[in-house]
């Protein structure tokens, strides 16, 4: 019975190759286009339609194909095969009435006359994401936050003016993205705050359609500084600060007082801590993840932003990925403060450090260099209550979505803040 199966599927798979070669074969010299589909009905989506169809009966049918020419007469064409019964096509600047032509399209190349449809679409998706659109000051930087809940791909461009010393400027900064929910910064604006900024935003679609400029007014600028790392102290490995054990980070080639001497690892220093999984309390068996890396700095602050770096140990040359954004570096952390007056650590924020993917190596080495920034209080910056202590506590690693304790070392802190006054 086994052998029969075989030899049936076996057969099977003959008959329809021939009867695949027959169609090929059928068009070698067609010259005569097939019928028209037979337009059932259409759905509006968002920025276009799908249209169900019923197919002409040519027995060399290739495809259905859908087009429209859009304000700049370029024409866009979408193609399905013979095998589905439906098609979709996007990028419609608006709401309004479009015609789209529907065409049968056999193997030798030849069109049918067009089947013309007139639509309706919903609102298209770059219209969507420029009315989520919002802009928000930041410290020596503001930020722009946009969703986009249909994840198509968008291009963001931010026109910013400002004067810098008695010159005016004019810039824009360009963002892709194709995220459900994105925020991107525009940095190292070191402007006094009461020199404001004017802010206009546009949105742009694969397709060419491209919003008008979105005035988003003037705005001005948080101002902090680096804090300097001179007075920083580290408490011994295991060392308790309000009932939190201090990381063990001296394991293999790691050592904790890397991560506060101004110095990034470039894969040629090993300028790193290393947990070498014992970064809980200093002890193998309590497992290495969250641990946490506390910092005397010197003095009281108010924080504002924290930017790290992670390690790379990615060869000499410093042109490979190496570790960045990978296993062994950290990718989601909590920040604490201790307030004095509560004599226990407070929650600041916590921060999973995004991945950027499809880069080349060179470009994950650039990123990687300049850290990660975040701010303590991300939706809404500020400052954090004064306080003398900080704590960065490492909950997970890059590795499966974040979901894996092997976040062993961490190459740089740097915080941002200003000198309390009282």
């Not at 030798?108 to 659109?133: F, H, Q």
């Not at 600028?221 to 790392?229: G, S």
Request: proline content about 4%; charged content about 25%; aromatic content about 12%.
């Amino acid at each position: 019975m086994k052998y029969t199966v075989i030899y049936a599927f076996v057969s099977v798979l003959i008959v329809f190759s021939c009867k695949e070669m027959e169609r090929f074969d059928i068009n070698k010299n067609d010259t005569t286009p097939p019928g028209q589909p037979f337009l059932k009905s259409y759905k509006p989506l968002y920025g276009g339609a799908r249209f169900f169809y019923m197919l002409p009966d040519d027995e060399d049918l290739l495809s259905v194909e859908a087009e429209f020419t859009n304000t700049k007469n370029q024409v866009f064409k979408f193609s399905a095969s013979y095998f589905v019964d439906s098609l979709d096509v996007y990028g419609l600047p608006d709401t309004d009435l479009h015609t789209i032509r529907l065409f049968a399209v056999d193997r030798a190349g030849n069109r049918s006359k067009p089947v013309e449809v007139e639509i309706e679409p919903l609102e298209p998706a770059y219209l969507r994401v420029a009315n989520t659109m919002e802009v928000k000051s930041g410290f020596s930087s503001f930020f722009v936050d946009w969703e986009n809940e249909l994840k198509q791909n968008i291009n963001v461009y931010v026109d910013f003016e400002f004067n810098e010393s008695g010159r005016n400027r004019t810039l824009t900064s360009v963002f892709s993205s194709n995220l459900e929910k994105d925020r991107r910064f525009i940095n190292d604006l070191y402007l006094k705050s009461d020199e404001k900024i004017k802010v206009k935003v546009r949105v742009e679609d694969v397709y060419g359609n491209m919003t008008d400029q979105i005035d988003k007014g003037e705005i001005s600028l948080l101002e902090d500084m680096e804090i300097p790392k001179a007075g920083w102290t580290l408490p011994n490995a295991n060392d308790s600060i309000g009932g939190v054990p201090m990381v063990f980070g001296d394991g293999l080639e790691g050592r904790t007082r890397n991560v506060i001497d101004g110095i990034i690892d470039r894969g040629d220093n090993l300028n790193f801590m290393h947990t070498n999984t014992r970064g809980r309390t200093g002890r193998i068996a309590d497992g290495n993840m969250p641990w946490n890396l506390m910092i005397d700095l010197g003095d009281y602050y108010e924080l504002s932003r924290i930017v790290t770096v992670q390690r790379h140990s990615g060869g000499l040359a410093n042109i490979n990925r190496g570790q960045y954004y990978k296993a062994n570096n950290v990718g989601h952390y909590r920040m604490y403060y201790w307030d004095d007056d509560l004599a226990d650590w407070q929650l600041i924020s916590e921060h999973q450090i995004p991945v950027v993917e499809g880069l080349s190596d060179l470009d994950y080495v650039k990123l990687g260099e300049a850290g990660d920034l975040a701010y303590m209080y991300p939706d809404e910056p500020k400052y954090t209550k004064k306080t003398r202590w900080f704590r960065y506590e490492a909950v997970k690693g890059f590795t499966s979505n974040y979901t894996l304790d092997d976040g062993h070392c961490l190459s740089e802190v740097t915080l941002y803040g200003r000198k309390a006054t009282d």
